[in-house]
């Protein structure tokens, strides 16, 4: 998988669980290790938040 595709399935996933790219908010909690996964991963992609 090249690395445009994988950023691809990442703001996928992130738009299926209703996720902003730039959009957290300090120290907020949510349920779902997933979503935790996928936040820490785009913010290794500054370029993901071009895309949105």
């Not at 690395?3 to 703001?11: K, T």
């Not at 669980?17 to 996928?38: A, Q, R, T």
Request: hydrophobic share 30%.
């Amino acid at each position: 998988m090249s690395s445009m595709q994988r950023q691809e399935l990442i703001l996928k996933k992130m738009k299926e669980k209703g996720i902003d790219v730039g959009s957290g908010i300090p120290n907020k909690k949510y349920d779902s290790k997933e979503v935790y996964e996928l936040i820490h991963i785009a913010n290794c992609f500054p370029e993901l938040r071009e895309k949105n």
